[in-house]
């Protein structure tokens, strides 16, 4: 799965305030820079975080936006889902009896991408935005999918 830009963008910059605020506001300009975001981008992201209640803004000098409760209590779903749709790898509307083939069926493979969008959907759910700024991710590390980290199951040419 490959989450949208804007969600992408909105975790990388939440971690970005979290480690950067130590209860102060910080500025989503100072962000941008830190990011290689662009500020415009953000301060879309950040109006619909600051409307969902996951970050607070305070106005004038030395303003800027702090985290509206602790790290250890943001999930990083709640902020994938507060910028993004809802996390899903099918076509097919969410509880919808009409799938997304040209019949209007569900496709073959419907319940393999829909068990994938849960699981992703799981994992984002069970990951606090202090999980990540400490690098406490579990599953990390060489990828599953590359050559040296997985071995072949079809049988052999010999």
């Given at each position: 799965m490959k989450l949208s830009t804007k969600g992408r963008y909105a975790v990388m910059a939440m971690v970005d305030l979290a480690q950067r605020s130590n209860g102060e506001p910080v500025s989503l300009a100072d962000i941008a820079k830190r990011q290689g975001l662009s500020l415009s981008y953000l301060e879309q992201i950040f109006?619909?975080?600051?409307?969902?209640?996951?970050?607070?803004?305070?106005?004038?000098?030395?303003?800027?936006?702090?985290?509206?409760?602790?790290?250890?209590?943001?999930?990083?779903?709640?902020?994938?889902?507060?910028?993004?749709?809802?996390?899903?790898?099918t076509r097919c509307s969410p509880g919808s009896p009409e799938g997304c083939g040209a019949d209007q069926a569900r496709c073959s493979t419907h319940e393999l991408w829909e068990a994938l969008g849960n699981q992703i959907y799981g994992f984002l759910n069970s990951v606090t935005v202090a999980d990540?700024?400490?690098?406490?991710?579990?599953?990390?590390?060489?990828p599953a999918w590359t050559n040296t980290a997985r071995r072949s199951t079809a049988p052999s040419a010999n």
């Amino acid at each position: 799965m490959k989450l949208s830009t804007k969600g992408r963008y909105a975790v990388m910059a939440m971690v970005d305030l979290a480690q950067r605020s130590n209860g102060e506001p910080v500025s989503l300009a100072d962000i941008a820079k830190r990011q290689g975001l662009s500020l415009s981008y953000l301060e879309q992201i950040f109006s619909k975080l600051r409307r969902r209640g996951v970050v607070k803004s305070i106005r004038g000098p030395g303003g800027g936006y702090i985290l509206s409760r602790r790290a250890d209590r943001i999930y990083i779903a709640d902020i994938v889902l507060t910028v993004d749709e809802p996390v899903r790898m099918t076509r097919c509307s969410p509880g919808s009896p009409e799938g997304c083939g040209a019949d209007q069926a569900r496709c073959s493979t419907h319940e393999l991408w829909e068990a994938l969008g849960n699981q992703i959907y799981g994992f984002l759910n069970s990951v606090t935005v202090a999980d990540v700024c400490a690098r406490r991710i579990s599953g990390t590390g060489q990828p599953a999918w590359t050559n040296t980290a997985r071995r072949s199951t079809a049988p052999s040419a010999n």
